[in-house]
Structures are given as C-alpha cells and as structure tokens.
C-alpha cells in the first residue's frame, strides 16, 4: 500500500511523454511527473519518492524534499490566508493547507509557526495543524533534572511553551531565559518541576551545582575572548549581564566565585580579569 505524507520505494511500470506511472508491490500507482526531471529512469528501476494527493485525488509522487512529514512538528511560513483556511510553504508545488478548525489562532501571511502534519480522514489528504496539543501523546516518565530535547512551540506572556522530546509538554518562564529563542528552535533543556497537571516547568541550565561548572567554563572563554579582562562584577546590573553573557547575575556571581576559588581570576573594582 502506498503511503502518503512519507517516502515510498516504487518501481516505474510505465512510462509517457509526460510522467512515470510508479507500482508499489500491490499494484497501487503514483504518478511522477517528468517535467523538470533531470535523471531519467527505466521501466522496472525502482525510485524513493514522497508521495501526496493533487486537487483531483490522483497520487502524486515527487523527487523534491518536503520540509515535513506525516506525523511531524515543524516550524512553516504561511504564504496565503483565503476564506477557506491558510495555506503554507511545505516545499511542494501544491501548498499545504490548514483548515481553520485547526488554527489555535487566526494564521497570519508571511508568519511562520510550529505545525503538524496529520492525514485528514475525511478529505483523505493530508493537512497541517497548529493545535498541536492534541497530537502530543507522552510515553516517557519523566524525573526533575533530566535532561531532554526541546522544540519551541509559542511565546506567551509567561514564557515559551516547548514540546519535550516530541511528545510531551513544557514551558520556560521568561525570566529564566537568558538567550534568544525562536519558534520550531531545538534546544536542549531540563525538567525543573513537573507539575500536578503533569505539565512540566523547564530551564536551558543543568539544575543545582551541576550550573556552576558550564558557567564558569563559559565567563573564562570569554574573559579570554576579551584580552583577560571583563567590565562585569557582581554589583552589575542584572540586564547587562544577561545581555552580554547570556546567563543571570545570580548564575554569573556562582560562576566568578568558582574561578575566583580556583584562582583563576581576580575580582576588582573595575570588574573581573584572568589571574596571571
């Protein structure tokens, strides 16, 4: 059976001006079109192609890459926004659409956002989704302090919500973020708390003691960056440290007290430099 919104393995069975007629074992057919292909196939050789429905049902096969996959989340631009839905940029001819029954917000032109690819029984297409919750299905039992992966999701006014190895669900609260982040991003993060709801609260760093070290690590690579000196003591201003290093004045002073301890800088009044 040929499967849609993934790569099948079909073999050319016959073969027109214009396309490649595609047999799996089954018999099922795809159309490929040749319009635009380089490489040219024989009939019997055997092809690894995506394959989707066109306006008329017909399963189409194609060589191009799409940017999802069935049963996928990834970050997608919106390039059209009609009375019937929106419709994205999928790397297709065909536009991905998404209806608005499955918008968690009204979708916005030339916005792009977290998305996820399902197959729609009742149109039997495929067809993208931003209530991505829903689709969310947790397998793992998770422990505080562990280390997953993370793919940004929105921004609320909390924080970032995030999707934990691809099944779960997170947030990061804004005032434990200290660098840039933008949706479809993955990071790695943490688990801080998990919550009744069973929802999870999140950090970028390593809990506890285990921050000390990779921070420290990181203000001496910079020191050493910067020519052996930094303008930055633990009487800055906590904005301008999470600016130019990415981490809070509470993570920056552990960092500057482990190094000052292993006499690895000195700290002054003009701020802080390599030790020799």
């Not at 499967?3 to 099948?8: A, C, D, E, H, S």
């Not at 018999?27 to 490929?32: E, T």
């Not at 292993?262 to 000195?266: A, D, G, N, T, V």
């Given at each position: 059976m040929i499967?849609?919104?993934?790569?099948?393995i079909l073999k050319v069975d016959t073969i027109s001006e214009l396309a490649y007629y595609l047999v799996d074992e089954e018999?099922?057919?795809?159309?490929?079109n040749n319009d635009g292909i380089k490489q040219k196939f024989e009939v019997g050789e055997a092809i690894k192609v995506f394959v989707y429905k066109d306006n008329d049902d017909r399963l189409i096969a194609t060589l191009d890459k799409p940017k999802i996959l069935l049963n996928e989340f990834t970050p997608l631009k919106v390039i059209s926004v009609t009375s019937a839905g929106a419709f994205l940029d999928w790397g297709l001819p065909k536009d991905l659409f998404v209806?608005?029954?499955e918008q968690y917000k009204n979708l916005e032109e030339g916005?792009?956002?977290l998305c996820y690819l399902y197959y729609d029984e009742d149109s039997e297409r495929l067809a993208a989704s931003t209530k991505l919750r829903k689709f969310l299905v947790e397998e793992e039992t998770y422990e505080v302090g562990e280390e997953v992966n993370l793919l940004i999701w929105q921004k609320t006014d909390l924080g970032f919500k995030a999707i934990v190895n691809r099944e779960a669900e997170g947030l990061l609260y804004h005032n434990e973020i200290f660098q840039e982040l933008h949706i479809g991003q993955e990071i790695t993060g943490y688990i801080k708390t998990i919550r009744e709801d069973e929802k999870m609260d999140l950090?970028?760093?390593k809990l506890g003691h285990e921050t000390i070290e990779p921070n420290a690590k990181k203000?001496?690579?910079i020191l050493k960056a910067a020519g052996g000196a930094l303008d930055l003591h633990d009487k800055s201003d906590p904005e301008e440290i999470k600016r130019r290093l990415q981490m809070s004045k509470k993570a920056f002073k552990k960092a500057i007290g482990t190094l000052y301890k292993?006499?690895?800088?000195?700290i002054e009044q003009e701020g802080i430099r390599l030790n020799g």
């Open positions: 499967r849609i919104g993934t790569y099948n018999k099922d057919a795809a159309i490929l209806p608005f029954k916005e792009t956002y950090v970028l760093q203000v001496l690579e292993q006499k690895l800088i000195l």
